[in-house]
């Protein structure tokens, strides 16, 4: 198995959350970000991009579900 470079980029619903963006590193993690829906399209050739897509749970009180996007590199 070759190592892995994790790449995460998020994409947030044009919607708004209510966070203001100054308070959000000060805010204390309550949980670790789960996948609420499965990871796709996980076998990948070496040196390829794998791209997950999926609906994250908030992982701060004040913030609603959001969409996240995440990018995996095996180097």
């Not at 619903?13 to 209510?18: A, L, P, R």
């Not at 993690?29 to 829906?37: D, G, M, N, R, S």
């Not at 609906?55 to 180097?75: A, F, G, K």
Request: glycine share 6%; aromatic share 2%; charged share 25%.
């Amino acid at each position: 198995m070759g190592d892995m470079k994790l790449v995460a980029s998020s994409h947030m619903s044009k919607t708004s959350h209510g966070v203001d963006p100054s308070r959000v590193s000060s805010m204390p993690l309550t949980e670790a970000p789960a996948f609420i829906l499965p990871p796709r399209n996980l076998c990948i050739k070496e040196g390829a991009t794998a791209k997950f897509e999926g609906r994250v749970r908030s992982v701060r009180p004040s913030c609603s579900t959001q969409s996240s996007e995440m990018s995996d590199r095996i180097s």
